[in-house]
T-cell receptor
Framework: DADVTQTPRNRITKTGKRIMLECSQT?????MYWYRQDPGLGLRLIYY???????NKGEISDGYSVSRQAQAKFSLSLESAIPNQTALYFC????????????FGPGTRLLVL | AQKVTQAQTEISVVEKEDVTLDCVYE???????LFWYKQPPSGELVFLIR??????QNEISGRYSWNFQKSTSSFNFTITASQVVDSAVYFC????????????FGAGTRLTVKP
C-alpha cells in the first residue's frame, strides 16, 4: 500500500463550489504539505503543518484553507473554487530534521469549470 | 529568497545518448539542501536524491549521476545511456536549513527519450 494517499484522484467542480481534498499518510511523519503544480511553474507550496496544532501559510495560500485532523491526515479546502485553481495538487510528508526529504502522494487533478 | 532555475524546458534525445539536466540555484543561506525529483507520465513524484551544501562530492547511482558545484551554484543531473523509461519531467528543488519548511522547485525539464 502507498505511504501517502490522496482522495479523490480526479475531481471536476463548478465555480463557487466548496471542495475538499484529503491526504493520509502511514509514514508516521509529523510534517505535511500541500502543493499545487501548474505547467511551467513547477510546484508551489500552499500550506504546511509541522504537527497537529501547527498550521502555516505557504507561498500561495489565498483561496485555500487546511485542516490537520490527526498526525496522519491533512485536508485542503477550496472554499469557493475558481477556474484558475485548476491544477494538479500534491500532498507531501517529511520527518523534518536536518535531512528532511519530502515524499509525495500520487496527486489530485482538479478541474474547475 | 531562494530560487531554482531549470533553463531547459524540454530536451529530446535518442535512446543510449547521455543527457544532462541543468539546475542553478540562489540562496543566502550557508546550509541548504538540494533535491531532484522525477515525475513520469503517470504523474507521481519520485524522490531521486538529496544533497546538503557541505557535501560537494559527486554522486553516482547506476546510470544517474549528479554534479554539485557551489562555485557556480549548480546541481546538474546526468543520465548516461538514456532509456525510454527515463522519459519524464525532472524537478530540481532547494530548501534552506533556516527555513526548511519551504522547498522551492524549479519549473522542471521535460525529457523525452526516443527509441
Amino acid at each position: 500500500d502507498a505511504d501517502v494517499t490522496q482522495t479523490p484522484r480526479n475531481r471536476i467542480t463548478k465555480t463557487g463550489k466548496r471542495i475538499m481534498l484529503e491526504c493520509s499518510q502511514t509514514k508516521g511523519h509529523d510534517r505535511m504539505y500541500w502543493y499545487r503544480q501548474d505547467p511551467g511553474l513547477g510546484l508551489r507550496l500552499i500550506y504546511y503543518s509541522f504537527d497537529v496544532k501547527d498550521i502555516n501559510k505557504g507561498e500561495i495560500s489565498d483561496g485555500y484553507s487546511v485542516s490537520r485532523q490527526a498526525q496522519a491526515k491533512f485536508s485542503l479546502s477550496l472554499e469557493s473554487a475558481i477556474p484558475n485553481q485548476t491544477a494538479l495538487y500534491f500532498c507531501a510528508t517529511s520527518d523534518g530534521g536536518m535531512k528532511e526529504t519530502q515524499y509525495f502522494g500520487p496527486g489530485t487533478r482538479l478541474l474547475v469549470l | 529568497a531562494q530560487k531554482v532555475t531549470q533553463a531547459q524546458t524540454e530536451i529530446s534525445v535518442v535512446e543510449k545518448e547521455d543527457v544532462t539536466l541543468d539546475c542553478v540555484y540562489e540562496t543566502r543561506d550557508t546550509t541548504y539542501y538540494l533535491f531532484w525529483y522525477k515525475q513520469p507520465p503517470s504523474g507521481e513524484l519520485v524522490f531521486l536524491i538529496r544533497r546538503n551544501s557541505f557535501d560537494e562530492q559527486n554522486e553516482i547511482s547506476g546510470r544517474y549521476s549528479w554534479n554539485f558545484q557551489k562555485s557556480t551554484s549548480s546541481f546538474n543531473f546526468t543520465i548516461t545511456a538514456s532509456q525510454v523509461v527515463d522519459s519524464a519531467v525532472y524537478f530540481c528543488a532547494l530548501s534552506e536549513a533556516r527555513n526548511n519548511n519551504d522547498m522551492r522547485f524549479g519549473a522542471g525539464t521535460r525529457l523525452t527519450v526516443k527509441p
